[in-house]
């Protein structure tokens, strides 16, 4: 690292940035980055990660964390029917990262930026006595009008999640479990993941929900309410459902769960419900249309409608495979709760 | 905190949060904040501060250090040219930190905001496994046409600082002395900072430069370069002449400096001038003007010119009292230099 001060480490990993987005007018280099946003809304979010709590580097590669960590950026203007046009990246580094290893965790950044259309503008470097720490902050341009926030479900509205739910979580605990596997043996035997591939990917490498935006654009379908998955189904309905001061059904046979999420589950006497309930960083999102937009919603690719919203007083509920009601409580993945 | 989950936490530290300004259309509470910044550019910066290599919370008291937290990136703005208008705000707690603790930090973080027109309309909280991280990312609004950047300095163009420089610095070093004492005796003796009230108040609560703006716009003085001085006064001429493919004579006897920095220089044994040149964390602003806004300057309050812009051949300058050049170099505080 000695090679490079803190600026020239900054200037390294940046210069060959190039900006795509009209937005964008002056990027990294200066005190701040300057945006012209026009006649657009501007929505920003922000992310800390810290290694050791959000990621855990035996087992996730630093071209994968990067990436990641520009998606939940992503994500989270999506669910607000946003595109998202720039990112900064802070890092704080420890002594054990050479230049190497940072432009690995760049790589990943830039990758996720080019395939989204985001512009990396600003950002620093700075020295942590302790693990990596990654502080993005997304900006992205909503039209006027139909940006959609989690308090707008109405009644009767139907409530519709993107891809599967679950799979993320079941490759943390594939990942977990080889980790533990591995610490405890003597020779460096690689872990087998073939069949496991998907739910592998859905935590080393998520996406974000880019083409369903695109697509309500399209066939000009304004959701209701929106945010995105990261701490799990129940959680988010807790959330959508207390802003809108709604309630909600959902059925579980409509949840919709990946084949492989199923069989780890199995393999690891896991609830795959359960997972897909509470288990998070599936990044993909959920959200509610009314009523009259049913048949708009069926032929959708990668949507599927898994129940409806309800008067407030109905409460939060799960429809069981026997038809039997089970109230819904957040359990979402919360990395304070587990300090408790 | 048990009593908090991560979602009860960042609500109950943002709760009572009431947006100011009418670009800050919706805060705290969804995926994203949104902003309407209509016809202005949207400035952005971002920065991260790290428990032990940014902040000694052996000395720093929560409130100030939140207060500090806002101040350096508000600064960042100002260095545009620009009016900071929202944060957000994301922390990383470990487990010996307090709701009550938080809430001083958070109180610090508010004062800042109120006294300087900012809206927080974002963040969260995280656990960490070691210390307090903050991450503060600052929007604000830029005219278009008046937005300074680092670039635009040209030979003969006047060189200027506000306030003083270096008293950060020695108010640090003021502290860490302290702290050695405090450490190497048995009793709790309370130190006496009689008369050293102004260092340390410039490195606990420095105020960013609104005031300059102002006067600025007022006065209808446009700097052709401006950033502010976090690093030390060598090290920001140093990214001024660079980008601007200039270089710089500044005068030893024209630097700033407050006679209660030049005491505790003396009392350490240590050069005022280096300090006030490579201290850093002064948050002054340095700007360029062409040599015919002479006389609107030199009136300004707490405005001092330190030299001039010249050719890129001649590199960066200091003369000093007796006449002598001497070549600047960057030394600035610089926490990856650390490392070496």
Redesign the interface.
Known sequence: ??E????G?IKHLTEKIELKNSSS??GV???????????K????????L?????FDLTYVPLKHLGYKSAIVNF???Y??N?QPK?I?V????S?RFSVEMLEELYSGIELACQIYGVDI???????????L?I?I????E?EKDK?V???GAKENDLICVTGDLGSAYMGLQLLEREKSVFQGQQENIQPDFTGKEYILQRQLKPEAQKNLIETLKEKNILPTAM??ISDGLSSELM?ICT?SNVGCRIYEDKIPINLQAVEMAEELSMNIVTSALNGGEDYELLFTVPMDKYEQIIPLENVAIIGHITKPELGLNLVGRQGEEISLKAQGW???????
């Open positions: 690292m000695s490079y001060g803190e600026f480490l007018q002056k280099g200066d005190d701040s980055a300057v945006l012209d946003y026009k006649d809304k501007v929505l920003v979010t922000t992310d800390l810290l290694e050791g709590v959000h994500s989270d203007i669910a607000m946003g720039q900064t802070s890092l704080g580094i002594k503008v600003g950002g620093d470097t700075t020295s942590s006595l302790t693990g720490t502080s902050t997304c900006l992205g909503g940006i926030f989690r308090n945010m995105d959330h802003q919360n990395s304070l709760n587990e300090e408790k």
